[in-house]
């Protein structure tokens, strides 16, 4: 099955699809209330497109489902995240792993925007945050706080593999 992982658990595409088909949440209607368009929406349900960290949550607030325990390490083309698992319901906090491959960004013209604020600590590596008109170089042991109401972006300066621990505050 395109969507399964190799040990059987479910692709956050499913997930994503079992809980919009349980909530009879249409597609035109998720798209209305995430911004993100039908056939992006498909693609994600599919496996044929990793949604982003920031699209996660738009769907999960718009969903009014909590991603906490994601099925797998999850690959987008320039980085990978895992959430770590939380136990409680409704939290606002979510916290990820995130690894940047060496001299990559998430996606080079997009820069994302969600309500809350972010919160970026280095494990190793360097990176270069974006906020707005500022750009913040980072390297290991240092962090960065920012309302990520504003478009930001993150990119790995480095010529190893930055590993980051990502913390996002949404409060509704």
């Known amino acids: ?71 797998d390490r999850t690959k987008t083309p320039n980085y990978y995240y ?13 916290a990820f792993s995130v690894q940047v491959d060496p001299k990559k960004e998430h996606i080079k013209e997009l820069r994302y925007r969600h309500q809350g604020e972010e919160f970026v600590y280095v494990l190793s590596g360097t990176v270069e945050v974006n906020v707005g008109d500022h750009i913040k170089k980072l390297g290991k042991g240092e962090s960065l706080h920012f309302n990520s109401g504003v478009r930001h972006g993150l990119k790995n300066v480095g010529a190893t593999k930055a590993d980051l621990i990502v913390v996002i505050y949404d409060a509704e």
């Open 1 to 71: 099955m395109p969507g399964k992982k190799k040990n059987g658990t479910d692709s956050i595409g499913d997930i994503i699809k079992k809980i919009r088909s349980e909530k009879n949440v249409t597609y035109e209607e998720l798209a209305n209330q995430t911004g993100l368009s039908v056939s992006r929406l498909q693609k994600i349900e599919k496996g044929e497109l990793t949604p982003s960290v920031g699209t996660l949550l738009q769907l999960s607030k718009a969903l009014q489902a909590n991603f906490n325990r994601p099925p």
């Open 82 to 94: 895992k959430q770590f698992p939380t136990f409680a319901e409704n939290t606002h906090l979510k």
